[in-house]
């Protein structure tokens, strides 16, 4: 686990200060209607680090949780579109700190426990790393860097 966590650590790091550079005109763009704006992908990754920290702390001590959320409900529903840009940065910043600091504690017994997030049950090792593929495969869009590819 502490190559994943390192690595997150990494993402925070660079990513927080290039999300920061961004101006709130390119946060507000929307490239179609059924599109989310660049402002409403970074709350879902917000949703998406909120879920996390869920599935790793439950699967601890539930037996394969099964623990899925409907992400544009919670886009929708948590008004991100009119969010201010710099308060999801500081909010994406700090879950991820967060996420961090329980991956550090979470026990190597721990890590192979297992959730489920609608299909097959994985390790909370192979979460964690997941979690970093999902955030580079978002921040990349956001940014408009080349795109990576992640299996949705």
């Not at 990513?15 to 660049?38: F, G, I, N, Q």
């Not at 680090?49 to 001590?61: H, L």
């Not at 909010?91 to 959730?115: D, F, G, Y």
């Amino acid at each position: 686990m502490k190559p994943t966590i390192e690595y997150l650590e990494k993402i925070i790091r660079i990513y927080s200060r290039r999300l920061e550079a961004v101006t709130d005109e390119t946060y507000d763009w929307r490239p179609s209607p059924e599109k989310w704006r660049k402002k409403e992908i970074l709350g879902h990754l917000v949703d998406s680090a909120q879920n996390n920290i869920r599935r790793f702390i439950v699967a601890q001590y539930e037996e394969t949780p099964n623990i899925t959320y409907a992400q544009d409900s919670w886009v929708t529903c948590t008004g991100y579109a009119t969010y201010p840009a710099r308060e999801l940065i500081a909010l994406w910043t700090l879950l991820n700190k967060h996420i961090v600091i329980i991956l550090t504690h979470m026990s190597p017994e721990a890590t192979q426990r297992k959730c489920a997030m609608g299909g097959q049950p994985q390790t909370l090792e192979w979460v964690a790393a997941d979690y970093c593929n999902h955030l580079l495969h978002h921040l990349h869009q956001v940014l408009d860097l080349d795109p990576i590819a992640y299996p949705s």
